[in-house]
C-alpha cells in the first residue's frame, strides 16, 4: 500500500525523509512530488543515474557504426579517387563526429524517457493530486507498519496523510 | 536602466496563460500578412521549380547568391537559442529563466527555414533526397567527403537536437497545462506531456538529462557554424581560404543570435505584456554580450581583412578592393557601421543603454550580419582566380520573395508557438526565483 503527505516547505519534506529512513525505509520506496524540483540535501534521495555513462557509449557506437558504414559504402563502388584514398579519416571525420553526437543526444533522451519512469504505463504506483505549491511525499509500506509511518510523518511536520490506493 | 531583477510569481502562471486563449484582432492581422508573404514565398519557389533555377539571378560565375546568404543567415541566427541558453543554463545564470524558452524556440524555426534553402538553391530540388545514404540507379553511394554531406548531417543533428533541447524543460509546463486545458487543446498537451507526474525521479531525470543537452548541443553548435564555415573555407578561393573562418562563423551567428533574441524578446515582451518578466535588467546583460560579441567581430573582421590586404596577393587583393571601395564598398562600410558603430556607442555607454537602444542596437545587427553574409560570399565569386569570368550578380524578384517570405515563416512560426506553449519556462522560473 502507499500513503502520502502533503508538506509546506523542502525542510520538513528533507526531515520526513531522514525518519523514514531511520525506520528502514528504502530510497527506492519514498518519492517525492512537487511542481518545481525540491532542493533535497545531498546524498538523502538518492538517484543513481547511468545516463552520463550511456550517452557516451551512444555516441561511440554510432560514431563506430557512421565509420563502419561509410568505410563499406565508399568501398562498395571505389569511385576513381586519383591515387588518394578511397576511404579517408580527415574528409570524412564531420559525418563521424556529427552521427557520434546524434548518438549521445538520442541516448539522453532514451536514458531520460527510461530513469523518469516515463515509459512505464503498466503496473505504476497512485500519483497523488498535486495542489498549486504543495510537496507531496509518498511511501509504499506494508500494511501493518502503516499506523507508524503515519504517525511518524506527522511528527515530521505532514500536514496531512492519506491512503493511496493501487491502480489495478 | 534598471539593474535588479524583481521576482514576480504570484500571477506568472495567469499572465504566461492567458496568451494561449483567445485571439485579438492585431494577432490575426499579424498571422494573416505572416501567412500572405510566407504563401507568397511557395509560389515563387513553385514558380522557380517549374521554370528552373535560371528564373534567379545566379550566373557564372557567381553560382552563389541570395540563397546560399541567406542559408549562412539563418543557420547562424539559430546560434541564439541553443547556444546561449545552454551557456547560460551551464553556468548558472539565474537571470536566464525569462529567456531561454524564447530562445530555444528561435533556434528551432530558424533552423528549419535555414535548411531549406540548399534544397531552395538545387538545381533540381526535387531529388534533394539522392543526399541521403542509400545507392543510387547506378548503386553510387553519396560521397561523404563532399561539404554538402557534412552540411547534412551536421544540420540534421542540431536540428533533432534543438528540438529536444526545446521539448525537454517544456514536459512540466505542459502537464500543467494538460490538467487545466479542456478539448484539443488538453489532449495535445496532455500527449505531448507522456504522464508526467513531477516526481522527483523525473525533476532528477529532467535536470540531469537538460544539463547533459546543453553540453552536447554546444559541442554540435559550434561544429554547425564551422561546418558551415568550411564550405567556404575548404575551396581554395580569395578571402575564403582562411583558417580563421570557422571561429569567426561561430563569432558571427552567437552575435546575430543574440540580436535575434533580443528583437523577439522586445516584440513578445510587448506584445504578451510580460514587462514584469521580461525585465530592463534581461536587455541590459544581453545588451553586454551583443557589445562583446560585437567587439569580437570587430576584431575577427580587421584580422581577416588585415592579412588580406597586407599579403598583397593580387586575387585577394582584387576582391578586398572590390569590397572596401569598389561595387561592394557601400555594403561593407554599412555593415561596419550596423555591427560595430552603432552597439559600440550605444552600448559602452550605460548613460545610453536602455531597453530601446539595445533593441534598436540588434536590429541594426540583424542588418549587418545578412550583409555581412552576402559580402563574404558574393566579393570571392564575382572575382574568381580567372580573370576572364569576373562578373556581377544581381537577385531577381524571385529571390528577393524567396528571402523576405522566410522573414515570414518566421514570424508566422512564432506567432503559433506563442499562441499554443508559454514562452517562458514557468517551473523553471518559479525554481530559480524561489532559489
Known amino acids: 500500500m ?56 551512444g555516441a561511440a557506437c554510432l560514431g563506430l557504426l557512421a565509420i563502419l558504414f561509410v568505410h563499406y559504402a565508399q568501398h562498395d563502388y571505389p569511385l576513381v579517387t586519383g591515387g588518394m584514398p578511397l576511404f579517408s579519416w580527415w574528409a570524412t571525420g564531420v559525418v563521424f563526429y556529427e552521427i ?51 504517525e511518524c510523518l506527522y511528527q515530521t511536520g505532514a500536514a496531512s496523510v492519506r491512503k493511496l490506493e493501487n491502480v489495478p | 536602466m534598471e539593474t535588479a531583477i524583481e521576482i514576480r510569481t504570484d500571477s506568472l502562471r495567469s499572465t504566461l496563460w492567458r496568451p494561449l486563449s483567445g485571439a485579438s484582432r492585431g494577432y490575426r492581422w499579424a498571422v494573416f500578412l505572416a501567412f500572405l508573404l510566407g504563401a507568397w514565398g511557395l509560389a515563387c519557389w513553385g514558380y522557380q521549380i517549374v521554370r528552373g533555377i535560371g528564373v534567379a539571378g545566379i550566373r557564372r560565375p557567381t553560382m552563389w547568391g541570395f540563397y546560399l546568404v541567406d542559408f549562412v543567415f539563418w543557420i547562424g541566427i539559430s546560434h541564439a537559442g541553443t547556444l546561449i541558453s545552454a551557456v547560460l543554463r551551464l553556468t548558472g545564470a539565474g537571470w536566464r529563466t525569462p529567456v531561454t524558452r524564447a530562445a530555444e524556440a528561435i533556434t528551432v524555426f530558424a533552423l528549419m527555414i535555414g ?130 573562418f570557422g571561429p569567426y562563423f561561430v563569432a558571427g551567428a552567437i552575435f546575430s543570435g543574440i540580436a535575434a533574441l533580443l528583437v523577439v524578446l522586445a516584440i513578445i515582451r510587448k506584445a504578451l505584456h510580460l514587462e514584469a518578466y521580461v525585465q530592463p535588467i534581461h536587455f541590459e546583460n544581453l545588451g553586454k554580450l551583443l557589445l562583446l560579441m560585437s567587439l569580437l567581430w570587430f576584431y575577427f573582421t580587421v584580422g581577416e581583412n588585415l592579412t588580406a590586404w597586407y599579403g598583397n596577393s593580387p586575387a585577394e587583393m582584387t576582391v578586398f578592393g572590390d569590397r572596401v571601395r569598389g561595387r561592394f564598398a557601400p555594403y561593407f562600410w554599412l555593415m561596419v557601421f550596423c555591427n560595430f558603430v552603432l552597439p559600440f556607442v550605444l552600448l559602452s555607454n550605460r548613460w545610453l543603454r536602455s531597453v530601446r537602444t539595445v533593441t534598436l542596437s540588434a536590429v541594426a545587427v540583424l542588418i549587418g550580419m545578412w550583409l555581412e553574409r552576402y559580402l563574404i560570399i558574393l566579393p570571392t565569386l564575382s572575382h574568381p582566380r580567372l580573370a ?5 550578380y544581381s537577385p531577381t524578384w524571385v529571390e528577393i520573395s524567396i528571402t523576405a517570405s522566410t522573414f515570414a515563416a518566421m514570424v508566422l512560426f512564432y506567432l503559433i508557438f506563442c499562441k499554443l506553449f508559454p514562452i517562458i519556462a514557468i517551473w523553471e522560473y518559479k525554481h530559480v526565483s524561489h532559489r
Open chain 1, 2 to 57: 502507499f500513503l502520502t503527505a502533503e508538506f509546506g516547505d523542502a525542510q520538513a519534506i528533507a526531515a520526513a525523509i531522514g525518519a523514514l529512513k531511520a525506520r528502514g525505509f528504502e530510497a527506492g520506496e519514498i518519492d517525492v512530488f512537487s511542481s518545481e524540483p525540491v532542493d533535497l540535501p545531498d546524498g538523502l534521495l538518492e538517484r543513481p543515474s547511468r545516463m552520463s555513462l550511456v550517452a557516451v557509449g
Open chain 2, 115 to 244: 535548411a531549406l534553402f540548399p534544397i531552395i538553391h538545387l538545381g533540381r530540388p526535387l531529388i534533394f533526397y539522392w543526399l541521403f545514404p542509400y545507392p543510387n540507379s547506378r548503386l553510387l553511394w553519396p560521397n561523404f567527403r563532399s561539404p554538402l554531406l557534412w552540411d547534412l548531417t551536421a544540420i540534421s543533428t542540431y536540428l533533432i537536437g534543438s528540438v529536444i533541447y526545446l521539448y525537454l524543460p517544456m514536459i512540466p509546463d505542459l502537464a500543467d497545462l494538460g490538467q487545466h486545458a479542456s478539448g484539443w487543446r488538453g489532449r495535445l498537451y496532455r500527449l505531448l506531456s507522456i504522464g508526467w507526474t513531477g516526481s522527483d525521479r523525473q525533476w532528477h531525470a529532467l535536470e540531469r538529462a537538460m544539463k547533459q543537452m546543453a553540453g552536447t548541443i554546444l559541442a554540435v553548435a559550434v561544429s554547425v557554424h564551422t561546418v558551415v564555415a568550411w564550405d567556404f573555407a575548404m575551396a581554395v578561393a580569395p578571402m575564403w581560404h582562411s583558417s580563421i
Open chain 1, 100 to 150: 557520434a553526437m546524434f548518438g549521445a543526444i538520442t541516448a539522453t533522451f532514451l536514458m531520460f524517457l527510461l530513469e523518469s519512469g516515463l515509459l512505464k504505463r503498466n503496473g505504476s504506483a497512485p500519483t497523488p493530486v498535486l495542489a498549486e505549491g504543495g510537496i507531496r511525499l509518498r511511501v509504499s509500506c506494508a500494511p501493518e507498519r502503516a499506523a507508524a509511518t503515519t
Open chain 2, 388 to 392: 576572364a569570368a569576373t562578373g556581377f
